[in-house]
C-alpha cells in the first residue's frame, strides 16, 4: 500500500506560464496565461485565455512567441480576468519554471488594479538542480533534452506549462514519492520574515547586484544596503534581526522593502553611498555626508623645510598635492601627531606647537631630531617628512577628461555605463549612445570623501577581465565642487 504523503496527496498545484511583451514586470504585460491543475496524481483541469496587454507588442516578441497585436485585440484585459485568476489560484500551490518571473508579473498586474496578491510559489528550475545536481543546466529546453520529455510548443504559455508539468511528474516516477516529496517541503519552506511583511516578500527580490530600502510607519526610510545578491542579503537580514537591539528594531519597524537593480558591485556601491547621505536613513551609522572636508600640504618655510599645514579649501584638479581627507581639524590633527610620533618629525613644523624661537618641546624628549633649531639637514628632513607622509597622499586624477567603467550582469544581461571624473561618480546611462548625448559639461558634483576612496580603489585596481574603461573628451568636463 502506498504511503499517504500530504504534500503530494492534499495539495493542489497550479503548473502556470505566462507570455508577457517583455522581460520587466515593472513595465512590460502579460499576453497570455496558461495553467494545469493537478492534485494526488490525477490532471484535474486546464485554464487558458489570451490577454490584451494595452500596449503593443514588439515584432520580436510576435517572432519569439506568435502572438500578435492582432490577436490580442479582441482579448479580455486582466483586470477583466483577475477576478477569474485569483479564483483558480486560490489554495494552490504557484508552480512555474523560473518562477520568481511569473510570480512577479501576476503580483505586479495585481498592484496595478490596488490589490494584493500572494501564494506558496514552487520554482521547477530550483527543483531541478536539487534533484539533479550532476547537470549544469535547468532551462526548459535542456530539461526536455536531457530527460526525452515530449516535444511542445515552446513560447506558448500551454506549451510549457506541458513541458513543466511533465518534467514534475517524471521526476517524481524517477526519485520516488518520498524523495521528491522532501525535495518539495524543502523549497516551499520559507524563510522567516517581519511579521508586518507579506511572507512572500523575499520571492520578489532580485538575485543579482543593486542597493535595497527598508521602510516603516509613514514610509519612513530606515535602512539602505547595498549587495551583490539583493535577496540573499535580504533574508539574511531576516534570518540575523535578533542579534542586536538595533535589528530588532529595524525588524519592528519595518513595513515595506524597495530595491534598485544595477548591472554590478560597483554601481551598487556607489547608489548606497548617494542614497544615504541624500535621504539620511534612520539606521545607517556610516557614510553620512560630511559638511566640511580639511586635507594637509606640505609647504617649504623660510629655511626651505616642509611645513605642514591645514588645507580648508582643497582644489580638486591638483589632489595629488594634499595629504589625507579628514572631516574635521580634530581628525588631521590626530593624523599629524600619529606622523610626528612614527617618524620623529618636529611638532612645530607639523603645526602641532605654536612657532617660536628654539626647540620644540619633543625635541627635549628626543622625539624631534633638530629641525626646529636648525639642527638637522634640511634635505634630510624634508626627504623623511615626504616618506612619512606618502600613504597619505591623494590620487591625481589620471586621465585627460572623464571615464565610463563598463558593468554587466551576467545573470540578467543588464549593462550600465559609469560616467567617473575626478573620482566622482557624474551619471549613469545604459550604452554609449547615450554617452554622446551626455551634457557634461552643464553637470555639478560635489567632491564626498567615501566616493574618492571607493572609487580610486576600483579605478585604480581595474584589470581587463573585470571592467573596460570608455574614454570620454577631454573638453566635457563636468564642475567638481568641495563641500
Not at 515584432?59 to 486582466?78: C, D, H, K, Q, Y
Not at 516535444?151 to 518534467?167: K, L, P
Not at 581628525?331 to 626647540?359: F, T
Amino acid at each position: 500500500m502506498t504511503e499517504t504523503i500530504p504534500l503530494l496527496d492534499d495539495t493542489t498545484f497550479a503548473f502556470l506560464d505566462l507570455e508577457t511583451t517583455g522581460g520587466s514586470a515593472g513595465s512590460d504585460r502579460i499576453t497570455e496565461i496558461g495553467i494545469r491543475f493537478w492534485r494526488a496524481g490525477q490532471v484535474i483541469g486546464d485554464w487558458q485565455t489570451l490577454v490584451n496587454p494595452q500596449t503593443r507588442i514588439s515584432s520580436f516578441i510576435e517572432r519569439l512567441t506568435g502572438i500578435s497585436n492582432a490577436m490580442v485585440a479582441e482579448a479580455p484585459t486582466f483586470e477583466q480576468v483577475a477576478d477569474e485568476l485569483r479564483a483558480q489560484l486560490q489554495d494552490t500551490v504557484f508552480v512555474a519554471h523560473n518562477a520568481r518571473f511569473d510570480y512577479g508579473f501576476v503580483k505586479s498586474e495585481f498592484r496595478r488594479l490596488g490589490q494584493a496578491f500572494s501564494a506558496p510559489v514552487l520554482c521547477t528550475v530550483k527543483l531541478s538542480r536539487l534533484l539533479y545536481p550532476e547537470y549544469r543546466r535547468h532551462n526548459m529546453d535542456a530539461i526536455i533534452a536531457r530527460h526525452g520529455l515530449a516535444e511542445v510548443q515552446r513560447h506558448r504559455a500551454m506549451g510549457d506549462v506541458a513541458a513543466m508539468f511533465e518534467f514534475f511528474t517524471h521526476a517524481l516516477q524517477d526519485k520516488g514519492r518520498v524523495r521528491f516529496s522532501t525535495a518539495l517541503a524543502g523549497l516551499l519552506k520559507r524563510p522567516s520574515v517581519p511579521s508586518h511583511l507579506a511572507a512572500d516578500v523575499l520571492d520578489e527580490l532580485p538575485r543579482g547586484p543593486g542597493v535595497y530600502r527598508f521602510y516603516g510607519e509613514n514610509d519612513v526610510l530606515l535602512y539602505v544596503g547595498k549587495s551583490t545578491n539583493i535577496a540573499q542579503r535580504v533574508a539574511s537580514h531576516f534570518s540575523g534581526d535578533h542579534n542586536t537591539s538595533r535589528g530588532v528594531r529595524i525588524s519592528e519597524s519595518l513595513r515595506r522593502v524597495e530595491w534598485t537593480e544595477t548591472a554590478g558591485e560597483l554601481g551598487a556601491l556607489l547608489l548606497e553611498l548617494k542614497q544615504i547621505k541624500r535621504l539620511s536613513p534612520l539606521f545607517n551609522r556610516r557614510s553620512r555626508a560630511a559638511k566640511t572636508l580639511v586635507s594637509i600640504e606640505l609647504v617649504p618655510n623660510e629655511e626651505g623645510y616642509l611645513q605642514a599645514r591645514l588645507a580648508w579649501e582643497i582644489e580638486p584638479h591638483r589632489l595629488g598635492d594634499y595629504y589625507g581627507l579628514f572631516r574635521s581639524k580634530k581628525d588631521a590633527e590626530r593624523a599629524l601627531s600619529g606622523i610626528a610620533q612614527k617618524n620623529d618629525l618636529c611638532n612645530q613644523l607639523l603645526g602641532l606647537e605654536p612657532a617660536r624661537q628654539g626647540p620644540c618641546f619633543q625635541r627635549a624628549l628626543g622625539r624631534c631630531r633638530g629641525a626646529c633649531e636648525g639642527g638637522e639637514d634640511v634635505v634630510r628632513y624634508n626627504l623623511r617628512a615626504q616618506i612619512a607622509f606618502h600613504g597619505l597622499r591623494l590620487k591625481t586624477w589620471p586621465w585627460d577628461g572623464p571615464v565610463g567603467v563598463v558593468e554587466q550582469d551576467p545573470r540578467s544581461g543588464r549593462r550600465e555605463i559609469l560616467v567617473i571624473y575626478n573620482w566622482m561618480h557624474v551619471a549613469t546611462v545604459n550604452d554609449e549612445t547615450e554617452l554622446d548625448n551626455l551634457a557634461l559639461a552643464n553637470t555639478r558634483v560635489t567632491f564626498d570623501l567615501d566616493s574618492y576612496k571607493l572609487v580610486a580603489k576600483a579605478l585604480l585596481g581595474l584589470d581587463g577581465g573585470r571592467h573596460r574603461l570608455i574614454r570620454l573628451p577631454a573638453l566635457a568636463q563636468p564642475e567638481v565642487l568641495m563641500p
